[in-house]
């Protein structure tokens, strides 16, 4: 199936630094999400980015989809951008339906 | 509108118990996955269903089964659970293939 590296695993940022998440998938893709998962556990949906680049307040991403990697921005970083960041990828041969397949996180932690 | 929503959100159960977790999704969308996150395995591809039929499966044993009702709604069963059941489930709606997913809050369940 296909693989999803996302990098750094850790990441530690003083409030107001600015980062950059990356995630390598495998296969060509007609879906990739990035997420925020929250401390109780939910998944915030951050960006659907198959392709392009999109701006949302503080955080922007880029998926290259010709060279397989997608990569997340985050500006003026806050306490409260700590959590994981998840990237998952639908890949095109799926044999029909949903199905995300997710890489293993960036842990980001954000110190006043 | 109003997003995915989880019931119940804790559960504590005794090995050899069998569980029911239930999902609603967004309203109009017509296809719920689910996935189970733990710390070893990270995040996995349970089951999708679409329109009432199970559309696509992933690599879990025949103890982890579903359902979907005609008002979207889904329904995920695990028999004879054992303790590395122990995870939390989140379900996934969207209004079908290479659309966007949203996640619900999560099922905790706790194996003893």
């Known amino acids: 199936g296909i693989q999803v590296e996302q990098s750094p695993p850790d990441l530690i940022l003083q409030e107001g630094a600015n980062s950059t998440l990356r995630c390598n998938f495998s296969?060509?893709?007609?879906?990739l999400q990035w997420f925020h998962q929250n401390p109780w556990g939910q998944l915030i949906n951050l960006f659907y980015?198959?392709?392009g680049t999109k701006q949302n307040g503080r955080l922007s991403a880029t998926t290259v989809a010709t060279e397989r990697y997608s990569l997340l921005y985050i500006s003026s970083s806050q306490t409260t951008d700590s959590g994981v960041y998840f990237c998952?990828?639908?890949?095109?041969?799926?044999?029909?339906?949903?199905?995300?397949?997710f890489g293993t996180g960036t842990q980001l932690k954000v110190e006043l | 509108k109003a997003g995915v929503t989880q019931t119940p959100r804790y559960l504590i159960k005794t090995r050899g118990q069998q569980v029911t977790l239930s999902c609603s999704p967004i309203?109009?969308?017509?296809?719920v996955s689910w996935y189970q996150q733990t710390p070893g395995q990270g995040l996995q591809f349970l089951f999708e269903?679409?329109?009432?039929?199970?559309?696509n499966k992933g690599n879990f044993p025949g103890r982890f089964s579903g359902r979907q009702f005609s008002n979207s709604r889904s329904e995920m069963n695990v028999s004879t659970l054992e303790l590395g059941d122990s995870a939390l489930y989140l379900c996934?709606?969207?209004?079908?293939?290479?659309?966007?997913?949203?996640f619900g809050p999560g099922t905790r369940l706790t194996v003893t």
């Open positions: 996934a709606s969207s209004a079908d293939q290479g659309y966007e997913q949203y």
């Open positions: 296969d060509s893709v007609n879906n």
């Open positions: 980015i198959p392709s």
């Open positions: 998952a990828v639908e890949p095109i041969l799926t044999g029909g339906g949903n199905k995300l397949t």
């Open positions: 309203s109009g969308h017509r296809s």
């Open positions: 269903y679409f329109s009432e039929t199970q559309r």
